[in-house]
């Protein structure tokens, strides 16, 4: 059955659409974090209970609305009294003067029927039901994507994860490269007699070193891209790199890895607005369905009118007198109208409305909380970003100067002023810089898209 369009919030038609028309997403690898995160949401178990949502609420409001149709009861009856109606003694004495006998009703009396009942007016009581058979609906819809919004941070830890990783692996082939290069010139300094064997074997140990590193980085790399498959619902091969346009948007652009300035920061993410989490939604929501059931309240102190039927057929019927003489079934029916005013609701009226304000200041509370929370959290990854910002902009100063040693540490290793262990420091120094500022880049990376989480950008 298609899903109501009109009934699901924003967040779930996107769900559906991307469920129902992007099976091609599926098909095909996804790559860049904007196709895993559709894609994660969409294979998602949760996505379904949409459908199961909406049915019920249909159900509900279909039941509901039943309730104007007449109302339709049968029933079969047999009774033995100990006392029935009878006429006076006297009575009876002058009647059968007359040659008239009254027998009096019979003890065993019984009757087959139907009743038939019409509401007129009810007091407003379906319509309000109605109403909040809705709003649990779209509390429940707010819910679902609300769990359904949680997929994207677990889908950025992986996905930074595997790029993290492949930064990683990326500097462990530089590094296995710069060991082999100074391998090699030391294994010529062997041949010339100006270094020993252990050097050259110190330096092979530590290529061996560097080469099990790259085992357990693609080791973890496999990890890592396995889980994010299971999250999408398809192998997911590899992941790109993504950069953030000046407009906030997602460009997954490896031609385009420059860092962003100041301005295209501040521009994405220099407004704060909670409305746009779907968290923000469910309170509101919640509080939506409280005021719908205070409402509800109020028409349970309405009186109600409908119309009403009833006929059967037996023994007694309406004619008394009738049946005293002659005790055979006969059709019997009446029509009318009945005004009822129930005023019990009256006793609990305000413990009820008691009850209704405490789940409301609660669900504010909750709302108050979240969006204090919320700030505390952009506040903190904003200045996180601010942190990564200034030690991006010593990470360059460092290699550079971790460079020029190494480079001097090789020279003098060549005049034989050090041994080959300190130019493995130096060359092991200069790869932690570099492992450093690629750290430095991919979390702040990072930082910028939870903050984009934070504020559902």
């Known amino acids: 059955m298609k899903p109501n369009s009109t009934y699901l919030p924003r967040g779930a038609r996107r769900f559906f659409a991307v469920a129902l028309t992007g099976l091609a997403t599926l098909t095909a690898s996804a790559q860049t974090l904007d196709e895993c995160q559709q894609a994660a949401e969409a294979n998602y178990p949760l996505i379904r209970r949409y459908q199961l949502v909406q049915s019920t609420t249909d159900v509900s409001l279909d039941n509901i609305n039943k309730g104007w ?100 692996l990326q500097l462990n082939q530089d590094l296995q490269t710069l060991l082999q290069s100074s391998e090699q010139k030391v294994q010529s300094m062997v041949k010339a007699g100006t270094a020993a064997t252990s050097d050259l074997a110190s330096l092979q140990a530590e290529r061996m070193n560097a080469r099990q590193q790259a ?30 346009l000046s407009d906030g948007s997602d460009r997954s652009d490896k031609s385009d890895q420059s860092d962003w300035s100041d301005q295209s920061e501040k521009s994405a993410f220099s407004s704060f607005d909670a409305t746009l989490r779907p968290e923000y939604t469910l309170f509101n929501k919640q509080i939506a369905l409280l005021d719908a ?33 002659s005790a055979t079934p006969s059709f019997n029916g009446l029509f009318g109208v009945r005004l009822a005013w129930n005023i019990g609701a009256l006793y609990t ?82 790869n932690s810089a570099k492992i450093q500022q690629t750290t430095h880049d991919i979390e702040m990376l990072k930082a910028v898209y939870d903050l984009r989480y934070s504020l559902n950008r």
Do not use: C, W
């Open 349 to 430: 009226r305000k413990n009820d409305k008691s009850q209704l304000n405490i789940q409301r200041q609660q669900a504010q509370n909750q709302l108050d909380v979240f969006l204090f929370n919320n700030r505390l959290e952009t506040t903190q990854q904003d200045e996180n970003i601010a942190k990564y910002r200034k030690l991006k902009a010593q990470d360059d100063e460092i290699i550079a100067l971790r460079a020029s040693v190494r480079k001097a540490a090789e020279s003098k290793l060549a005049h034989g002023i050090i041994d080959v262990n300190d130019l493995v420091k130096e060359i092991n120094n200069e």
């Open 293 to 325: 059931q205070e409402k509800a309240l109020d028409t349970r102190l309405r009186p109600t009118l409908s119309a009403f039927a009833q006929g059967y057929y037996g023994y007694t019927g309406f004619d008394m007198f009738h049946d005293m003489q």
């Open 69 to 168: 149709l007449p109302q339709v009861s049968a029933y079969a009856q047999g009774t033995v009294q100990n006392k029935v109606v009878a006429l006076p003694d006297a009575l009876t004495s002058v009647m059968a003067q007359q040659g008239q006998v009254f027998g009096g009703l019979k003890k065993e009396q019984y009757k087959i029927g139907v009743d038939v009942s019409q509401t007129i007016y009810d007091g407003g009581r379906m319509r309000q039901q109605k109403e909040v058979v809705r709003r649990q609906g779209d509390v429940e819809s707010a819910q679902l994507e609300t769990s359904l919004y949680g997929v994207r941070q677990r889908v950025n830890d992986l996905y930074f994860g595997v790029l993290l990783v492949n930064e990683k």
């Open 215 to 244: 085992v357990e980085l693609q080791s973890q790399k496999t990890a890592l891209l396995r889980v994010l498959s299971l999250f999408v619902g398809k192998e997911v091969a590899e992941v790109s790199r993504p950069s953030l």
